[in-house]
């Protein structure tokens, strides 16, 4: 069975500070997916890796996948409150066709002023 | 280009009721699957349909079922609701059969369903 674990689970950090929210996933998949979700809203995607080595910067954040460690880091870089949200890894098990996806725990991080 | 449209957001029943939720995934996309999301266990996978059929289950009770339409909306229904019911309901919609680089899955909004 499938395992993704997300470290840590919760995620108080002050702004400006720089922090890495680690996905560990159990069996192989070149496929990894990060997911932000707002408090009472849907699942937004962030990023989409889809090989080893995979890097995907979008402004604070960053996210690289290491099939051969069957990790992904989401890295934050001088957190705002604007990120302040739950993050989620999800790893694809269909094969490619992202219909069945397995989620980690998330991570609630809160950027503090 | 209208995003996956789930209804209703919002659903409040009484244990023992049934409720069915509806997804319309995004134009031209085949498959829709269904999520679960609850503050202990998560995001769990509950099932997928593509062309009508469902092809994926994940492990929940036979109460929770599911169906799409010709024109890929999709419902899911439980029966005999039970107060651990009480999630919020994701579904997506997936290209399948494009098979772009970047292919990915959209969710909808949710349905907060409250079992009382």
Redo the contacts between chains.
């Keep these: 069975e499938l395992k993704v674990e997300q470290n840590p689970l919760f995620l108080s950090m002050q702004e400006g500070k720089n922090y890495t929210i680690y996905c560990n996933y159990s069996t192989t998949s070149d496929r990894l ?1 990060w ?1 932000r979700q707002d408090p ?6 962030l990023f ?1 890796l ?1 090989s080893n080595g995979a890097v995907k910067q979008e402004g604070r954040l960053m996210a690289s996948l290491d099939t051969k460690a069957r990790l992904s880091t989401l890295h934050i870089t001088a957190a705002v409150h604007d990120l302040s949200a739950t993050y ?1 890894c ?1 790893v694809d098990r ?1 094969g ?11 991570t609630l991080l809160t950027v503090n002023p | 280009k209208a995003g996956v449209t789930q209804t209703p957001r919002y659903l409040i029943k009484t244990r023992g009721q049934q409720v069915t939720l509806s997804c319309s995934p995004i134009s031209g996309h085949r ?1 829709v ?1 269904w ?1 679960q999301q609850t503050p202990g266990q ?4 509950l099932f ?1 349909y ?1 062309s009508e059929t469902q ?2 289950k994940g492990n929940f009770p036979g109460r929770f079922s599911g169906r799409q339409f010709s024109n890929s909306r999709s419902e899911m229904n439980v029966s005999t609701l039970e107060l651990g019911d009480s999630a919020l309901y ?1 579904c ?1 919609s ?1 290209p ?1 059969g494009l ?1 772009q ?10 349905t ?1 369903l409250t079992v009382v």
């Design positions: 997916y997911y009472g809203k849907s699942l937004e995607s989409v889809l989620f999800a269909s490619g066709s992202n219909y069945k996806l397995t989620f980690g725990k998330g | 498959s699957s999520y998560g995001l769990q996978f997928e593509f092809r994926n994701l997506a997936t399948i098979r680089m970047n292919t990915e899955a959209f969710f909808g909004q949710g907060r």
